[in-house]
């Protein structure tokens, strides 16, 4: 499950220095051509509220692992926090800017407390390497 | 080039349940393991101004990229992070715990405002997935 | 009125040693076992905009009072703050776990300065709790 | 467009001291009123996904301006300020009270950052000020 | 146990819009009408050291719980929350007034991070729910 | 009376991208085109006190309001600011620049808080949106 | 009633640049002398607890007027503060030296803001003017 | 000498709850009846520069003693300070409200620093209060 | 002389991992097995005020030393801090923890800036460093 | 063009041991001494308005360059701050002691933003490097 | 082992008034005096990686008990506090001064954190007294 | 003796608009050219412990005076700073850009507080201002 926040909609249109020229329909090409055997379910949304379900529900869905890019809730969601503290699966947070080399309120991540690991700078491709990261603390599993 | 920081020689012996226990010379293995084609220097110092002469010499060097876990002191060097911004080869930070779930004051990098991007959280897969991440920044130029 | 924040759908299987292990149909039945006379209205969202839409529908219901725990919101939510200003009749909020003795981000209450009063730390028991202060509440009216 | 964000639509409701007796309708037809000419589209929401949502549609639509109205979400969300960076057509944002004149977390603006310009403190006629301000925004490009 | 910290024996002529006009005497006597089957200890000291005193009694004299209000020691006193960290059956600390919408000094519980619980804004009826909630614990061990 | 603090004299040369390249005069040239039936009283002054004493004198003087930009005073001037609160008269504060979008220190208004109401980031449009503001808290007297 | 802090039964025999030479009993002499008409009651107490059965006292007997140096409780004790609230008679807070030019600790009080007036910095003459002061504010009542 | 500082001269017109009735020529008054010995020279300004030329003035003048009310300058004037650390007579700084018991930033003095002592709360009264003081520092020389 | 804070008498009770077994006569004990030539008086309090008298009762008494552990009073006592600055004997602050890595409240000792030395983290045998301490101190008079 | 804040004018009898005893004068023939060939426009106020005006006066006068020690301004003054950056020629600050081995609050310097460079801590000859430091400005452009 | 950080090799010539007139050769017969049949490593160094491999050799070799003075480090450095974590032997550390009376920055100690105690203000004492708390610590093995 | 800290070796090659062109080999061709006379010995490490080393050799070699530009460690170093201290010849802190006008955490200097003077913004010429100031401080021994 790969769960994108805010705005994540509109890749590609934003600040292109800071997010490049992706969308986030390419991202889900980047992500199928990288690893075909995988069956990614994708949501995005605006709505805190939707996030807090679809994290509810990979508790008792067949996901396997969550990839996950909060957005602008990365910074200040408590609610999000605590759902993920309910979930046990794999947890990745990928960023595609380096969230530490900007404003200082985008350095302190609060849903980042509740992942096993976070992946940031590295464009689209980050979404890449949270994959790979997924898949790696599923073997150790 | 892969660089780490203070006390990272004692890899394997910190608190477990945080570092896992491999050593470093597994992480080199393990480095080697998955990218026989390149050849890596890997360089531990305690000591902070051995860490800026490896950056400085990276910039003359036949060096490609660099991965580094600057260890205690990401916290805190305001000289590293001036090195790092005089480098302009693909800089990756990596980090063996999430540094954003332990104490306060690991949640902060300097250092990483003058990186790339930083992987955090996969213990001594960061660094796999650091070299993925540089490879792929290489790749962009 | 009951309403019940972000999570807790969940209750019950969160780290049990802080919740108990009570679900929120539990607390449902605990309420109607202690008050079989009381027709109480039980809402749960993680959507904050569910729960400011509920708080506005208490004015013009038949709703004499409201208890709430608002889960990850407490500390958070100006706009749940503005809307129970609007609202007059007993607003009593509770909380499972002590907010007092957790984490230092959940010991201020941002919603709590709207209420009438909180109870926090009696468990499930604190929904009970929370019952009879509206009710005496009511009955100085 | 003119967005209102939580509780106003209770405006005359709330405390009068502070906000005044007239509602949300009683705004609608003010600017009606003063600009015949327009023809507004008003949306007001406790959901903070739903103003995204609203912000996002005023990129591709027949949209010439924003005037906006954040409420509780204006000293919060870095979501919406994440998407109002994305929109380009001229952006107003208006109190009715005056937010320096009252508690100190209202002071400050997280939305107003990427907004044009912020008019706050005359009543209901700040919305009228910002319809013409964003009238003199629109004539300059 | 019930104990009262510093000025609570001139209950009643405080501020009266904050506090009301029961007098500790009103207290003991709302408590002996709630509960005749329970024999209540009353104290009320001025005097931090009384109150450490009778807090470490508690630990060794036929005491089944420990009501409380610390008052102004409420969010200073570390002895007193030291004390009661040493002390084993059910603590409840008890407020008239919410302190959550009071001077932001008074937001902050140092002692309750001791106790087992809180209930803050509710009149002296607080004290009527504190015995009920100490009595709840005290069934559940 | 329209009150212009320090430096407000050079504007037209100060950096063109934040402020135009209007000068003081075309401000003046502005409202009176605007509002011909007006009398502007104009003043401009480095000297926090003759701004003060402006102040002062328009409360014994003939004028009816009072619109001001009061510059680097803003952020810092205890003075003006209680000098302001002995001033009945409609009292509006202006800014070209937005001052949420610029330095930290900016932000925060210390005069404001005895105005009726701000108006910030509309290019010198803001001295006229100030005008009509002061006329309708005028009108509703 | 003149009130003394902890430590003020040794004045005199503290650092003589900051506090004199004269000792607790001079003061005494002094009022005394320039009030011969005036029947002081004179306390001191290390005990924060007696400082406040006394305010509470000064509640019922035939006090006119307090006059009092806190000592070390100035700057920290809400105990205090709470009891002065409890108490109309003018209120007089003394200090023999200047406690805004000492250390920053020292500066704020929190007694004070519960006191009619502050005086402070006249060596033992404090003493004397505070309570010319509190003469001052019987004569107005 | 008698000092004082902006608005001082629009005293009794100011809220009178805080401040009463008295204007600052019954200021005079009451000293010249109080000291009629004594020739005070009495200045107000709303400038500080003009305020520290008077402070310097007093250095070579026959000026005997300050007495002054700094204003809305108390809290801020770092250059007014130093202009008092180069004056030796004795320095008295009053105030008509208590500082101590008003907003926040009204409780430092950073004037005071450099002041003997400091009068505050007791009216129109603490000017004579700042005579007696003075008297008695002079005395003492 | 011996001084112990608050619930150091209920030692060997609290928390054993942190404090040890021992209680406080097992430190008497072990103080007289050490140093069997000196006289020791030993005292106890959880009052504030019962341990500044004694401070001070150390002034004119015929007391060597002083050697204290002020237990919750060591991180909020100004008066006893202003006590000890009129003691002359050596003083030695002792700890049974170490307060440098427990809460972050205990790390800073307002009563040790009038220490000669702090001795911390060594169990009861913290007791008989500080009495070599104190010897040594008193051998160098 | 030497520019010099509040209370330079005393300069030589303030705190011997931290400004040296060399008055503004024989700072005048200081700079006279070494500079013959320059004709320096010397210039001291207590007034924040007249140092702004004189800054401004700078932009369009014969004047090359600008040394200015801004006393007590320097450390609060943003509309100096702002008038300086509106003038393009060198500009040096400079201070007769060391300002970051003084008080706290003296070592951030809001004027200096705006300069070109600062000197501080050599005494009187502060201004002769400064002046030399404006000559090599100059000759630069 | 006994660990000396930087400029304690200058010991005896710094400010005598604070640190005595002893030098580290003194400290190390002082010791020898005190402890003959202890066979002492003595080392000290400028370099923070120094001390670090020294701590880490402490880990392999015959080395019993750590007592170390960090100097300047003892507040600042992480790194030397992640390299004491991973040792086991008993760790003292010890201060010639009393950190907690000096400037506020030295009264935290990072590098405590990670030792079992701390004796601070003895002078070269302390040293004594931190080989007897290690033997203690030692002997309850 | 001339100091240089971290990545100073580098100079000439970090950002040109901050830093400029010049080497540090033609920052010691500069002075030579300037000061013919003197003999310069020039060092430069990215080692805090060697700057350290030489600081203190300097204190027994033949330095007449020491010029210093600390780099990265002018803002964090506590071990400099008290290797300063022991140093009593002239000593002048120098630093190519103006550290008040770039990011916050370069406004403060640690070493500075035990310098004599910083100059700071002049380019590769502030090292001559440096070594004039020493010779200034030299001559006035």
């Known amino acids: 499950m790969v769960l994108n926040g805010p705005n994540l909609n509109l890749l590609g249109q934003r600040d292109k220095n800071v997010y490049g020229s992706d969308t986030l329909e390419d991202v889900k090409n980047l992500l199928s051509g ?6 990614f379910i994708f949501l ?3 709505h805190e509220g939707d996030l807090i379900d679809a994290i509810q529900s990979a508790r ?4 396997d692992a ?12 408590v609610a999000i926090h605590d759902a ?3 979930l046990t699966i794999p947890k990745v947070e990928v960023h595609i800017s380096n969230i530490h080399a900007r ?3 985008r350095e302190r ?5 509740a992942m096993d690991g976070i992946i940031t700078g590295f464009g689209t491709y980050s979404y890449v390497l949270g994959v790979k990261a997924a898949l790696q603390l599923l073997s150790k599993k």
């Open 60 to 63: 008792t869905d067949t996901i």
């Open 103 to 105: 404003e200082e309120f």
């Open 44 to 46: 995005q949304s605006n």
């Open 66 to 77: 969550l990839i996950a890019n909060w957005g602008g809730f990365t910074h200040t969601s």
């Open 84 to 86: 993920l503290e309910l």
């Open 109 to 113: 991540s609060v849903t980042g407390k």
């Open 34 to 39: 990288h690893f075909p055997e995988i069956d």
